[in-house]
């Protein structure tokens, strides 16, 4: 900052400050028209062939998530005849919704007959009389395909499958929501349970946005109270709290006006922009002050501060940044928006400090706080005591660093790389616990769709040996993989094989006889206006036919291995197949996030070393320098990897991102550090003594910083969303091991390794 003329600043701060007022105006007024979004498929993995090959698919068959699952129960027992009527009336009810396509129930399933003239008949499954409902539970539970279905094993709940309108806006999600809760509202079930895609969009918007708000709050009087005990004064209140609002209002408006909605993960940035906002503002505002201590004059204090604090953050600001902006190289969208918007916000905190703080500190007066000299004299003293203590145990140090990297070693190696669908929830959550009685009352709810390709178009899928291999595969999905069939061709054949034989189980199989496979299909043609079973089976080319159904959700480590096993069997079994098998289910392409994860995790930690090491490398232009600054930082990596291993963390999407961003912040004070210790370098001060000066004037600001860092991650375990909650226990424990490296590990290095 070069020294200009008092009226040159007036004019160039009334500058300042009106394009910062105009920008606030414009910003505030953009944030007021951000949304909320929550669409899971935006975690599908961009530029994937198998995502693309979903989309696809998706054209040719219905989507495998535009569904409602709703568990009625009766603890007495479901074959109630009051019991059952209710819940006829209760589908009916729900049927009649404008954006209800169709309903299924126990209540209104029919069971099919055909005759050998070809006629057919059917019969509901319930007869409407308390006489018959003891023949109507032994006849449903023989027909294997209804249990864990549309009715629990146990007998004790009923399922309602409701099949709505595709691609749901969120006013119609809420609104279909909203009827369905209303309508539940009006019968006394003894407990009534929902699950879906509209379902889930409710819940996590509708959490976002209370979290958002509750975030924002929170940290605002984190903020108040921080300041307030670092500096005891109003000015050091008001001044940094301005210049930490104003950045959270730019952020926000810049995502408003480049059309960016708040995802799950973006709810935590009112917390992080506060918290990186302040540690620019604490390492200006506690350099000024103790410049103004030592006797220096206000303007003379202001551009001292610039000069010696402004390249050093801004090359915090910058590795912050980079840690954040890495996150471009996960292949996931919600992902790429979060490390954009927190990046943007990291560079606006660090504009708004050093444009608008100088400005503020030249038109207020000296703040009292300068006069109090005893809270520093603490300081100097603590931190010399820590300094004499690190020099005269160098030995331990090195001894418990090396101990400490082994039992951080080991626990990293039991490190899994593992995700559920709803394991982002807590287990006290409602909504986690619905859906963990849906999947395991009726059949998973885990969505599973297997393609099943011809070579040519026009291929005739009914032909006996081709039906052959899809029956074969269609029993190892039942048997050993664990899938729960809804649809399938060896499905619907068995079903019409048993309604021939008149309702014999014995015959639910896929006939033998072509004649008779014919015969099946001339009727499924038949049938088709009312049924559509042909539609959904096989696409409008006849080259493509699918086995559709549902399954527990396993996790992502045992699915793999049973997609691994089955892929294995069909190469076994049908070496020679004419058909190419793929899955296609969204659970599927979700999990196709994890492969991709360990890599762009690499990548992005990569490129973080890299930056930094530039950066130490413009410093100092010293390589042993630039392996000394990477050094302290690696450590709390390799704890949080140990902590993760240890406690059974798994590595996801929530949890693999802290990685880059633990680096990216982490490293601020070490830069900080290293900057002062250059600064007296070129004194010309020994490096004993140029290490000593570093350690007393860097060590309170890089205390207190990390302090408030923690304290600002730490709120984000009042967050539901697991994810949410690691990420700030895990970027705490790094921010508080770093410090410990920055102060007894960095000084060691430099004494020992660094020759002036």
């Not at 279909?176 to 309508?183: M, V």
């Not at 003293?381 to 400490?404: M, P, V, Y």
């Not at 959700?553 to 691994?564: A, F, S, V, Y």
């Not at 070129?682 to 205390?703: D, E, F, H, P, Q």
């Amino acid at each position: 900052m070069k020294k200009v003329g008092s009226s040159s600043f007036k004019k160039l701060s009334f500058v300042i400050c009106g394009c910062i007022a105009l920008l606030t105006v414009l910003f505030t007024y953009q944030a007021t028209k951000l949304q909320f979004n929550y669409n899971f498929e935006e975690f599908f993995p961009a530029n994937d062939s198998e995502a693309d090959y979903f989309y696809n698919y998706r054209q040719n068959f219905s989507t495998d998530n535009d569904f409602i699952l709703i568990s009625v129960e009766n603890q007495a027992g479901i074959f109630n005849l009051n019991f059952l009527e209710k819940l006829e009336a209760f589908r009916k009810s729900i049927q009649r919704l404008d954006l209800v396509e169709s309903t299924r129930a126990i209540s209104n399933e029919k069971e099919f007959f055909i005759y050998k003239n070809g006629k057919t008949s059917q019969r509901p499954y319930i007869g409407w009389k308390d006489s018959l409902l003891p023949k109507d539970s032994i006849n449903i539970y023989e027909n294997e395909e209804l249990i864990n279905s549309l009715v629990s094993k146990d007998g004790k709940a009923v399922a309602i499958l409701v099949q709505h309108q595709n691609y749901l806006s969120k006013a119609k999600s809420d609104r279909i929501n909203g009827e369905i809760d209303s309508i539940a509202q009006n019968f006394t079930f003894d407990k009534v349970r929902m699950s879906g895609r509209v379902i889930g969009q409710k819940f996590y918007i509708d959490t976002m946005t209370v979290e958002l708000r509750f975030f924002l709050a929170l940290s605002v009087l984190l903020i108040i109270i921080v300041l307030w005990l670092a500096f005891r004064s109003l000015w050091g209140l008001l001044l940094p709290l301005l210049v930490i609002v104003l950045s959270l209002i730019w952020i926000l408006g810049i995502m408003s006006l480049l059309n960016e909605p708040i995802n799950i993960l973006l709810t935590v940035l009112p917390s992080i922009m506060f918290v990186v906002g302040m540690s620019d503002v604490i390492h200006f505002v506690s350099k000024y002050i103790e410049l103004l201590r030592q006797g220096m004059s206000k303007n003379k204090a202001i551009r001292t501060t610039f000069n010696e604090v402004g390249l050093a953050t801004f090359l915090t600001s910058l590795t912050t940044a980079v840690g954040f902006f890495s996150l471009f190289l996960v292949e996931v969208k919600p992902v790429q928006k979060f490390g954009m918007a927190t990046g943007i916000g990291v560079f606006v905190a660090f504009v708004l400090t050093f444009s608008l703080l100088p400005i503020l500190f030249y038109y207020t007066k000296t703040p009292p706080i300068v006069n109090r000299k005893a809270g520093g004299k603490n300081w100097y003293s603590l931190l010399h005591k820590s300094f004499a203590f690190t020099l005269k145990n160098r030995k331990w140090i090195a001894l418990t660093s090396l101990l400490f990297l082994l039992i951080c070693g080991y626990g990293a190696s039991l490190l899994k790389q593992d995700n559920y669908l709803m394991d982002d929830l807590k287990a006290s959550s409602v909504m986690k616990q619905n859906f963990n009685y849906l999947d395991t009352t009726f059949g998973g709810v885990r969505p599973f769709e297997l393609a099943i390709e011809a070579p040519h178009s026009n291929f005739n899928f009914f032909e006996k040996d081709a039906l052959q291999e899809i029956t074969a595969v269609d029993k190892y999905l039942k048997q050993e993989y664990g899938v729960n069939i809804r649809l399938s061709l060896p499905f619907v054949l068995s079903i019409a094989n048993r309604s021939s034989h008149a309702g014999d189980t014995s015959y639910y199989k896929v006939p033998n006889r072509q004649k008779t496979i014919n015969s099946y299909r001339r009727q499924l043609k038949v049938s088709e206006s009312k049924t559509h079973l042909l539609s959904r089976l096989i696409d409008s080319t006849s080259k493509m036919t699918r086995i559709s159904g549902t399954l527990a959700d396993l996790g992502n480590i045992e699915t793999t291995r049973r997609n691994k096993a089955f892929f294995e069997f069909i190469d076994e079994e049908f070496p020679d197949s004419k058909f190419e098998y793929k899955l296609a289910s969204t659970a599927h392409i979700l999990d196709k996030n994890m492969s991709y994860l360990s890599g762009s995790l690499v990548k992005g930690l990569l490129l973080a070393t890299l930056v930094v090491a530039l950066i130490m490398g413009f410093l100092f232009k010293d390589l042993k320098m630039v392996v000394i600054s990477i050094i302290p930082n690696i450590l709390p990596l390799v704890l949080i990897a140990a902590v993760m291993g240890y406690f059974g963390i798994e590595l996801k999407i929530t949890t693999a991102i802290v990685y880059t961003i633990s680096f990216g912040i982490a490293v601020d004070d070490t830069i900080h550090f290293l900057s002062k210790f250059k600064l007296e370098l070129n004194k010309g001060r020994s490096v004993l003594y140029a290490l000593k000066r570093s350690y007393l004037s860097t060590g309170r600001a890089i205390i207190l910083t990390s302090i408030i860092l923690c304290s600002g991650f730490l709120l984000l375990i009042f967050s539901d969303f697991l994810g949410t909650v690691y990420m700030g226990l895990m970027i705490s424990i790094t921010l508080v091991s770093a410090v410990v490296a920055d102060l007894f590990i960095l000084p060691l290095l430099l004494l020992y390794f660094y020759k002036k």
